[in-house]
């Protein structure tokens, strides 16, 4: 980028801290809303689950909002840049489908583990403690993987745009989140994640329209296919069909395209941050959500780099390019800086600003889901589990709030520690999977293999990652000469890496399985799994714990419906899953890349078209469906708080206990804590007085 940032560092500093205090007030105001006019009382459960009622359009924008972080629109259009239009279809495919694919698991897990707080609980359930340990460390380690690509990668572009510096936007962009994170727990990353995806969306089809309708320097797709023509003339991209950026049929593509795979999947199937959602959504919106969500989050990457990524290689022999004359730096395309870049030359400061925006809210809303995935494993998995099993509502909250405030700043400090020692986004983005791929099948069987033995759950894990690194390393060594970050963060080492990962467990598993056999599992300890007590949560507010949404207890006939429910979503979400997993990576792409077709105008601007169209839908699902999903509480909440603000009417406080109630809930008390005592007289002198 040039040398000058086109916004000041008041700008940046107002963003980053004023938006995230907006976000945290706002929080507070709905916290209180919610807790006057709808009974939502903040218990521990509530914290980290939202009463497991949230319906399916809250999912899908939460699922959206979480699956889109910095990563999603930086790196998309990095390699759009790089490889051209196929690298923005790569990136989406390789990463659609483990969110459709994990709607399978997300109804496992509701059917066999009701009260779950956290996968690693269902873990523990079936294999014990040191299985247990296992998975704890490979979730922790996918949660530091994510929020230090968030952190990289928004601190880079924060710095490029208005030169702030690179430390001080690591340590100050977490500090709202934890805010609000912190007030409203899961619910307050359902409802914020709902704000960010509107306004990413609107961004998004600002560049669109900009970049193929309105633009000065570009305009209509017409114009970028001819630039990109010429771009390709200048400098052909070597493995390219005839060196173009206009076909799928690209070498390099399709090797970061199953490295993009590899390393996507362990960050959706060992992030707790996705079982948290699955968790907290009502029982029949669960597949929904996850489908609808994924589906629509599709678009994003595939348009902003199919839009920022080609847009920035059409304008760089244009002077409003920021790097005019000459091309972006690896380093600077390895960092993220191609769509501030390309928004900068078609929109000026304004581009500047909407990045700036666009990246704030990526980060802060995906970073939001790490924080309650890691105080979920602290709070349930460590805390409650091995330190204190007989902790209370409240001091389950405190520690909640506790870890989420401890997670910011460690991972401030390890970003911060990585930008100094030159680890990009792009290399962490590319090296997860090496990391963390080997617990995906193990993980995966846990919930619906009965057959896999407590030897192959517990040492496939470390196993695989020592191979991994292993395949990654040496290959490193061997292409580079030596072990250096550029030699390591090459597409060859990374990807041996990380095909290494996922498919290692296919040899372990079964061997462990077979050679160390245990008994045929019967499912039954995970459903024992129960809820935290919030009762002296809901004591102190004088609220009927009965009457929180979500916390009533539940009858055997209602469980047995939802059973039903369940299994009857079990059999619709194999079959779906498994035909998109088909179209998205075998169906359209792959006669695409076979015939080395190379795009002609009519077809690229179709493909521009069909690109705007699938935002129009995704806009629509994850933007206005869930309004109407939640009119009726909606128009409930806001005619209470007219009614309550004019004196009309008060709020009706169902479930709060009458001053006779908490008279009589008092003496219980006292006579419970004389009982512990032993002061209290026992029954048969009491026959004997009479």
């Given amino acids: 980028m040039s040398s000058t940032p086109p916004l000041s560092q008041a700008v940046g500093y107002g963003v980053i801290i004023g938006l995230g205090f907006a976000f945290a007030f706002g929080m507070m105001l709905t916290t209180f809303v919610l807790r006057r006019y709808n009974n939502e009382l903040q218990t521990s459960e509530a914290f980290s689950t939202a009463g497991r009622t949230v319906k399916s359009g809250l999912v899908s924008s939460a699922v959206v909002s979480s699956w889109t972080w910095a990563a999603t629109l930086l790196q998309s259009s990095s390699v759009a840049y790089n490889y051209g239009v196929s690298g923005p279809f790569w990136y989406a495919s390789g990463a659609t489908v483990q969110v459709i694919l994990f709607a399978t698991l997300a109804i496992e897990l509701k059917r066999k583990a009701p009260n779950a707080h956290t996968f690693l609980e269902v873990v523990r359930a079936r294999y014990g403690a040191k299985t247990h340990g296992v998975y704890i460390t490979f979730g922790l380690m996918t949660n530091i993987l994510v929020t230090a690509m968030l952190l990289t990668g928004g601190s880079a572009v924060v710095t490029s745009l208005t030169g702030v510096p690179t430390a001080a936007a690591c340590f100050l962009l977490p500090v709202g989140v934890v805010l609000y994170t912190m007030f409203g727990g899961i619910k307050a990353t359902f409802l914020t994640d709902y704000v960010h995806t509107v306004m990413i969306l609107i961004i998004i089809f600002l560049f669109a329209f900009t970049t193929y309708a309105t633009s000065d320097v570009l305009g209509s797709p017409s114009v970028v296919y001819d630039l990109l023509v010429s771009a390709a003339e200048r400098h052909p991209v070597a493995g390219n069909a005839e060196g173009s950026y206009l076909t799928m049929r690209s070498q390099e593509g399709a090797i970061f395209f199953v490295i993009n795979l590899v390393g996507n999947f362990g960050t959706v199937f060992l992030d707790n941050g996705y079982y948290n959602k699955a968790i907290a959504a009502s029982p029949i919106h669960a597949l929904p959500g996850y489908i609808a969500g994924g589906l629509s989050w599709f678009a994003i990457p595939w348009l902003c780099a199919t839009t920022m990524g080609l847009a920035a290689l059409a304008l760089e022999t244009n002077p409003v390019f920021p790097t005019f004359p000459d091309r972006m730096l690896a380093a600077d395309v390895s960092a993220g800086l191609v769509l501030p870049n390309a928004a900068v030359a078609l929109l000026g400061k304004g581009g500047a600003a909407a990045t700036l925006l666009l990246i704030f809210m990526a980060v802060t809303s995906a970073m939001s889901a790490e924080l309650i995935a890691v105080s979920s494993i ?122 290494v990962a996922l498919l290692s467990p296919i040899i372990f598993v079964p061997i462990l399985t077979f050679a160390l056999r245990t008994p045929k599992y019967d499912w039954l300890s995970m459903k024992a799994i129960r809820k935290g007590d919030d009762s002296d949560i809901a004591a102190g507010a004088d609220v009927d714990l009965e009457l929180v949404p979500g916390a009533s207890a539940h009858s055997e006939e209602d469980d047995r419906i939802e059973q039903q429910k369940l299994q009857r979503a079990a059999k619709i979400a194999r079959s779906l899953t498994v035909f998109l997993t088909l179209a998205l990576l075998i169906l359209w792409p792959m006669p695409m890349y076979g015939s080395a077709y190379v795009f002609s105008k009519k077809f690229f601007t179709g493909w521009v078209s069909v690109g705007i169209l699938w935002l129009f839908c995704s806009s629509i699902c994850v933007g206005l469906y869930p309004l109407w999903e939640g009119r009726k509480t909606s128009t409930r909440t806001i005619k209470a708080i007219f009614l309550d603000i004019t004196g009309k009417r008060k709020p009706v406080t169902h479930g709060r206990a009458t001053l006779a109630e908490t008279a009589e809930a008092g003496d219980r008390r006292e006579a419970e804590k004389e009982k512990e005592k032993g002061l209290h007289t026992p029954p048969e002198k009491e026959v004997m007085s009479e």
């Fill in 378 to 499: 602290w709070t349930y998995d460590i805390y409650q589990t091995y330190i204190n099993p007989g902790a209370s509502g409240k001091r389950l909250i405190y520690w909640s709030h506790a870890s989420c405030v401890a997670y910011a700043f460690i991972m401030a400090a390890f970003s911060t520690g990585l930008h100094y020692a030159g680890i990009s986004m792009g290399y962490l983005y590319l090296m997860m999977g090496v990391i963390i791929s080997g617990a995906v099948i193990p993980s995966s069987l846990t919930l619906t293999w009965a057959g896999q033995s407590w030897a192959a759950a517990t040492f496939t894990p470390p196993l695989a990652l020592v191979c991994s690194l292993i395949a990654w390393l040496v290959t490193a060594k061997k292409q580079g000469g030596s072990l250096s970050v550029l030699s390591t963060g090459a597409n060859y080492p990374m990807l041996a890496g990380n095909v």
